[in-house]
Nanobody
């Protein structure tokens, strides 16, 4: 089992930055690829960014590419999502997830473990 806890969400104005963190505990963190997803009420959980277990490969959904950066520190069992130039449409609950594979996957149902989420609200 891997337990994941997100933090760093909040209420910010458009154009601001936030850094989300996700700390893992339980089983060793490093063999898992990690993903960040987001969800708004009534909608599916959408892929935002992913990073391979080694950190050498990343992937982003088009709407955040160039604004968001995913990174990880396996020694700290932590994955980060740096979010810059935030827009109101980035408002959502953000979840981190762990996938027991070498490279991250876009599909949420591929992930084995999930955190409880952290709310990000961007005002215009």
């Amino acid at each position: 089992q891997v337990q994941l806890v997100e933090s760093g969400g909040g209420l910010v104005q458009a154009g601001a930055s936030l850094r989300l963190s996700c700390v893992g505990s339980g089983r060793t963190f490093s063999p898992y690829s990690m993903g960040w997803f987001r969800q708004t009420p009534g909608k599916a959980r959408d892929f935002v960014a992913g990073i391979s277990w080694s950190g050498g490969s990343t992937d982003y959904t088009d709407s955040v590419r160039g604004r968001f950066t995913i990174s990880r520190d396996n020694a700290k069992n932590t994955v980060y999502l740096q979010m810059n130039s935030l827009k109101p449409e980035d408002t959502a609950v953000y979840y981190c997830a762990a996938y027991s594979g070498i490279s991250p996957r876009v599909a949420a149902d591929m992930y084995d473990y999930w955190g409880r989420g952290t709310q990000v609200t961007v005002s215009s």
